[in-house]
């Protein structure tokens, strides 16, 4: 039987003779007669005919006909499978659907708030650690100084990018001139519009899981997801449903609530669900006002190795090998090398990937895929081939990761033929290759032969208790080989104890082994003891450790002592201390007849709005609040994180970069006549860089009370609207025509707007107090 088409049912009285044709109509529509609160457009015919177009007509939640123009009208009486109704009396249009012919509305569970643009401040940061030894070959004399060094992390930054810096120095106990050695200079700029990254200088190149990155001297362009912290890349399930009537939905990610919303009615799908990677349960509730309940479940597998359909991550970079990393400040190849990875999500369960690289007399390239085995796991397959001095060569590789009862096994090969060469080996020869022809090859920096893993992690009877056991065998692109086998079991005891043991051995190398038990006692909220023994075979011995963890608020502190016996008889303490400025450890240690003290000052110094700051470590953002006055407390994320100082300035550390932080001042602390316009912000800094927050403040010099009368000396209303000339906000005239007005000139004109009767203006002069205290100005209005 053909499914009937659509038919529009008007009252008695809905086409009068006398009505022009054709008549606009503004309608409230209802679905499944209830209402949708929203209101379309018709146009009706002389005939009856309702024509609406065909966006309202999604908008309002039923689905247009197929073939329908995106800007057209849609003759409400070739909808098929849909009963119309409209009811004049009312003004109403009623729709009577199914599933089917509904629009299925979208709930996005990560809904993003309008968030301010990314803001880039410009100054300098330099990250220190400072670190003093003392040492002496007898453990009952006082140590001698021996040396300093220092670690400097720099970075300087503004709207075109930022320039980091990091160098190691040396000073030796002659206290002769410092020597300096230089890590990594680097310049990187991000742009969140492309999701993209750009870097020049020291970097390391990209890759996948079956190839090796090194460290090169060049330039990169790479994908950065990292620019959209709400941004969800890799595939998440879809839940979908109906709800007859009006209802709530709520969600439950593995016994917790992930989202919560309402629907009208109708078919709806959730998506963008914040959820874990690995094997989860989501739970689908639909509650209507009555307290029925449909409830539907639902099993999935989550991991980051997959990319959401149609994502595409990249990098592609090209530069100059670097060696001897730590050791010298430039030591780069003569030859150039380049390198490209991609990965695309080509649906949920398929991820592509690819690599290559390549330089002079050398390329390499691959192809793989990870691919999701449903609710159970993820596997992946790849292949490479190479052409190099050396010959030609390939590689393959798999791995398979399976989540099952509780079961989480894990297994990964990887094989290499002939002469298969990277980058990464290419380079290090080059390095070597002298050295290399005059001794008896014995090392190959090529990728491993073979290598086999499998790891097996086994839930146990009892709460909280683990057992994990893995076999790796290793052959060496030279041929040696070694088969290492390790397992772990760990246990909740009493007292919020857990006692564990580790073992590891070398099949192969019967020398090789060694196993660790040991027991930790939480003795409070950041304090806790370890004893434990192990065996090796280098000897046993016993240790005996206990710690208090130093916090990350100024004023905190910590502490640690530790006692061995057997291998190594000895003892070490060592206590730190926060500060607002830097943390400060000092330590000392005594073992076989040798004893050592160590001191050490970790902090950093920022440069910003023409002040100097002293503060903590920083290895994100960074915020310079501008209070106007000293003494105002400083929030971050409704915490209290510090406080002005004498130029009304504070910092504030431990910034997230791209996402937003919200940056407020206690207008508690603000003198009386002080007046700021705002006392909370939200900001989004960029490049692991400063903001500068400005918030405002009027410490009365422009700022007055304003008392305005009318001609005959009345007080103006309550209520009127006051607009200061040069002003962009009104003010409001409260109780005995008093209102504050800031910004105040030498010479100022105000114009006044009661809810009844005439405006009226003045003109007056203004001259603060002088004094610290608000000024009080009569001002006639006329």
């Known amino acids: 039987m053909p499914e009937a088409a659509a038919q529009v049912v008007p009252a008695l009285d809905a086409v009068p003779a006398e009505a022009a044709f054709p008549a606009d109509l503004q309608l409230e529509i209802f679905i499944n007669e209830t209402s949708t609160g929203l209101i379309a457009s018709l146009r009706q015919e002389a005939n009856g005919t309702l024509w609406m177009p065909r966006d309202q ?47 299925r509305k979208m709930l996005d569970a990560r809904r993003r708030a309008e968030t301010p643009e990314p803001q880039r401040g410009t100054g300098a940061l330099v990250n220190y650690t400072l670190f003093a030894n003392f040492n002496e070959n007898a453990w009952d004399r006082v140590p001698s100084y021996t040396g300093a060094s220092g670690l400097f992390d720099s970075r300087v930054f503004s709207s075109f990018g930022t320039l980091s810096q990091t160098v190691v120095g040396r000073v030796e106990d002659d206290f002769n001139v410092p020597a300096f050695k230089r890590l990594d200079t680097s310049w990187s700029y991000s742009d969140p519009e492309r999701l993209a990254t750009y870097r020049a200088g020291d970097l390391v190149t990209s890759g996948v899981s079956w190839s090796r990155p090194l460290r090169v001297g060049g330039a990169q362009m790479s994908r950065n997801f990292g620019l959209r912290p709400d941004l969800v890349t890799m595939p998440v399930p879809l839940l979908s449903g109906s709800a007859a009537v009006p209802s709530t939905v709520d969600v439950i990610v593995n016994n917790n609530r992930a989202f919560s919303d309402k629907v009208l009615g ?14 989860g349960q989501a739970r689908v509730v639909v509650r209507d006002v009555l307290g029925r309940e449909t409830v539907q479940d639902v099993s999935f597998y989550a991991t980051p190795r997959l990319l959401a359909d149609g994502l595409l991550d990249y990098s592609v970079e090209a530069g100059f090998a670097r060696s001897s990393f730590g050791l010298r400040s430039w030591d780069y190849d003569d030859t150039p090398i380049a390198s490209a990875t991609a990965r695309y999500g080509l649906n949920d369960w398929l991820t592509l990937e690819s690599h290559g690289e390549g330089g002079t007399d050398f390329i390499n390239g691959g192809l793989g895929g990870v691919f999701g085995l449903g609710r159970f796991g993820v596997g992946s397959l790849a292949a490479a081939a190479s052409n190099s001095g050396e010959g030609v060569g390939a590689q393959f590789a798999g791995t398979v990761q399976i989540e099952l009862g509780g079961w989480v096994a894990q297994f990964r090969t990887q094989r290499t033929l002939g002469d298969y060469d990277d980058a990464a080996s290419v380079t ?135 006692a061995a016996k057997g291998q190594v008889d000895g003892g070490s303490a060592a206590v730190s201390y926060r500060t607002s400025a830097a943390k400060l ?97 939200k900001i989004v800094p960029a490049e692991s860089g400063g903001v500068l927050v400005r918030f405002g403040s009027d410490t009365g010099a422009t700022s007055a009370l304003i008392v305005l009368r009318g001609a005959d000396g009345s007080p103006v209303p309550v209520g009127s609207t006051v607009l200061l000339d040069g002003a962009s906000e009104p003010a409001i005239v409260g109780y005995d025509g008093e209102t504050f007005l800031s910004g105040l000139k030498p010479s100022n004109t105000l114009s006044v707007h009661p809810g009844i009767g005439e405006p009226c203006a003045a003109h007056f002069d203004f001259k603060p107090e002088g004094n610290g205290t608000i000024a009080r100005r009569e001002v006639i209005c006329q």
């Open 57 to 103: 007509l999604h908008n309002v939640g039923i689905a247009p006909p197929a073939g329908a123009a995106a800007d057209g009208l849609v003759p409400l009486d070739a909808l098929t499978g849909i009963h119309v109704r409209y009811d004049e009396a009312t003004q109403a249009l009623h729709f009577t659907a199914g599933d089917a012919q509904r629009v």
């Open 266 to 279: 109708g078919p709806f799908q959730i998506s963008n669900l914040p959820i874990q990677s690995g094997p």
């Open 428 to 562: 290090d020869r080059a390095r070597f290759r002298d050295e290399l022809a005059r001794h008896t090859r014995t090392w190959d920096p090529r990728p491993a032969k073979a290598l086999d893993q499998a790891a097996l992690s086994i839930p146990m009877p009892f709460d909280g208790t683990s057992l994990n056991v893995s076999l790796t065998r290793l052959e060496e692109a030279n041929g040696k080989t070694s088969t290492l086998v390790e397992g772990t079991y760990s246990r909740p005891l009493f007292g919020g104890s857990t006692g564990f043991i580790s073992a590891h051995a070398d099949i192969e190398d019967g020398g090789r082994y060694g196993l660790f038990a040991g027991l930790s006692i939480p003795l409070g909220p950041s304090t806790s003891a370890y004893v434990g023994a192990q065996s090796s075979g280098q000897g046993t011995s016993l240790t005996a450790d206990a710690v208090r963890y130093l916090g990350s608020a100024p004023g905190d502190y910590g502490w640690r002592v530790r």
């Open 585 to 681: 450890s000092v330590g000392g240690q005594a073992r076989d007849g040798y004893s050592e003290v160590t001191a050490e000052v970790e902090g950093a110094v920022g440069f910003m709005a023409g002040d100097v700051f002293f503060t903590n470590r920083i290895d994100d953002a960074f915020a310079v609040v501008d209070a106007g006055v000293p003494g105002v407390d400083v929030m971050h994320e409704n915490r209290v994180i510090g406080r002005t100082g004498r130029s009304g300035k504070a910092l504030v550390p431990e910034l997230r970069s791209w996402d937003t932080n919200e940056i407020a001042i206690d207008p508690t602390n603000l003198p009386l006549q002080t007046f700021v316009s705002e006392t909370r912000q």
